[in-house]
């Protein structure tokens, strides 16, 4: 477990800051992944997270638990598979998930996402939040029925057709609604407000959601028109009278979903999105780590496959690593995993011992922190950015975005919704791949590499053309730098450098290098590339 209890006065204050972050959005995802009737289930994942998955990872910042990026798939699948009365079904998915997982990392296929452009992957986590404003503003409306995820949902009325945009909102719930636009505000002025430098512990989210308890009771108690008194308007989680009754909570899955195709296909889908979304999370949260730790991919594969696992077998929804929740834990000043053991604790409290408190959150300021997610993840400025990329970038982007909305939102092909995910990141590989072959024509890659020993200098020259499939080995390369040793990056015969490699570079001349005290020399990059042809760094600069 190598866990560290040094730390403990760092660890115990950052793992309560992680709890009051992930509380609401363990409750919002459970929602938003249609399993509105079971919010529990998003508990347990979230508990999993950290009492399973955090002990058996390396990572020590790393948060776990359940994921808005898997929210969609999820509700798919689990319509798929008959809805949620077969969400038992269901929960053989997120077992079998687990179990591929666990071969992953025994296979040492940690590595598997330098394979994938990050154009495609940002592509996917734009598609996310495309989905999850298009799932939430039902609720946000007070339309808390139909879960399907098509574009119909945008527009919060009955008949479901696009001349019902002329009709007045007559139909919304105004309570509900009223709540949504205060939950939004609130969390929009929090992070400014001054209260926020007083108490820096408590997150906008949680902020929301009791302003959200608060505003309701007053209502109720006022006997105003506005309350919500409606269950389907609430969180609904079970309370225990005892604890025998507390475990009768938990469902096991129908384990003869194992011999399901649907359910066997799902599976599959849900470790691959999954695998990707925590190796991406662990990768930037090495990168926020300011003692520069690296997570060791193939046993945080293994450690999310035994937490999926676990899930599943519970009654839990699919886990992944989580870059919210564990930026919280960074700033918030977590040492060790401890702290996100320590929220997951503090979840499994909640669960058992309020409840009854947690059953009065409007389920419009959970969809209030679920649009704001999907808006961080679909913002116009990410489709700008995209775009002054370059081709290379935006073109596979813009064909992974476009399949995965005509596929799981538009419903162009109705016998492949809830397939979206991962067709269009297939799409927008093959896209990639395309725009880099037609650029490579003329040009084959090739990778000088020297054999070299501590202290020699190593040159390292760039071909005429240097593409996203050329990442991982030129990851390996830098990786492997021995200290002490003098290394020049030349591409001054280069025409184009992939935007994945060039970030690359950057991150060995800006962590890499001060830490293993080598000398780098970068030459013949381009002004567009922004990196400083005249700048050597070591250790002692």
């Known amino acids: 477990m190598n866990l560290n209890f040094k730390n403990l006065k760092a ?29 529990f289930s998003g508990l347990i994942a979230g508990i999993v997270g950290g009492l399973v998955v955090a002990v058996l990872s ?23 598979l008959g809805g949620i009365e077969e969400f038992d079904m269901f929960l053989c998915a997120v077992v079998l998930a687990g179990l591929i997982q666990i071969g992953l990392g025994a296979l040492k296929l940690g590595g598997i996402a330098n394979y994938i452009p990050s154009s495609v992957i940002k592509g996917m986590l734009t ?48 309570g509900v609604t009223i709540i949504t636009i205060v939950s939004i505000l609130l969390m929009l002025f929090w992070d400014k407000s001054p209260l926020k430098k007083k108490i820096p512990f408590l997150p906008g989210a949680l902020v929301a959601v009791i302003a959200a308890i608060v505003i309701n009771q007053i209502w109720l108690s006022m006997g105003s028109k506005l ?30 979903g194992f011999t399901n195709g649907t359910v066997i296909m799902y599976g599959f889908i849900i470790a691959i999105i999954a695998s990707l979304e925590t190796l991406l999370s662990i990768e930037a949260v090495d990168n926020l780590d300011t003692e520069r730790r690296v997570t060791n991919t193939n046993r945080e594969l293994f450690a999310q496959g035994v937490g ?58 959970l969809a209030a922190v679920l649009l704001l997610t999907g808006w961080k993840l679909a913002k116009p400025a990410v489709f700008i950015q995209m775009f002054k990329n370059g081709k290379y970038q935006f073109i596979p982007f813009i064909v992974t975005v ?76 830098l990786d492997h730098m021995p200290p002490n040793s003098s290394v020049i990056i030349d591409a001054s015969n280069t025409h184009y450098i992939d935007f994945d490699v060039l970030e690359l570079i950057k991150e060995f001349r800006d962590i890499k290098v001060p830490l293993k005290n080598i000398q780098l020399q970068l030459k013949g990059f381009k002004e567009v590339y922004k990196i400083d042809n005249s700048h050597t760094v070591s250790s002692s600069h």
């Open 58 to 80: 390396n990572s020590p910042l790393s948060v776990s638990g359940p994921a808005a990026g898997l929210a969609t798939l999820v509700s798919g699948a689990i319509l798929a």
């Open 227 to 256: 309350q919500i008194i409606e269950q389907s308007h609430l969180v609904n989680l079970p309370v225990a009278k005892n604890p025998g009754e507390f475990f009768s909570f938990f469902t096991l899955p129908d384990f003869s």
């Open 402 to 477: 476009v399949v995965i909305i005509a596929i799981d939102l538009i419903n162009v092909l109705p016998a492949l919704n809830g397939k979206g995910l991962i067709l269009g990141v297939f799409a927008g590989i093959v896209a990639a791949a395309g725009a880099i072959l037609h650029g490579n024509l003329k040009n084959s890659y090739f990778f000088n590499k020297q054999k070299h020993t501590e202290g020699d200098t190593i040159t390292i020259k760039l071909s005429e053309e240097v593409s996203f499939l050329n990442k991982a080995s030129i990851r390996q390369t």
């Open 11 to 39: 660890d115990l204050p950052a793992g309560l800051v992680v709890f009051l972050v992930a509380l609401p959005l363990c409750l919002g995802i459970a929602i938003a992944s249609g399993v509105q009737a079971n919010p």
């Open 127 to 174: 598609s996310i939040g495309i989905l999850i404003i298009a799932k939430q503003l039902p609720h946000a409306f007070g339309k808390d029925k139909d879960d399907k995820g098509v574009i119909t949902e945008l527009f919060p009325y009955g008949n479901e057709d696009w001349h019902e945009l002329l009709i007045p909102l007559q139909s919304i719930e105004v």
């Open 308 to 365: 999926n696992t676990v899930s599943g077998l519970i009654g839990g929804l699919p886990i992944t690593s989580v870059i919210v929740r564990s930026s919280a834990n960074v700033n918030a000043g977590a040492k060790t995993k401890l702290s996100a053991i320590f929220h997951s604790a503090l979840l499994l409290v909640s669960a058992i011992a309020i409840p009854f408190l947690l059953n009065k959150i409007p389920l419009g300021a």
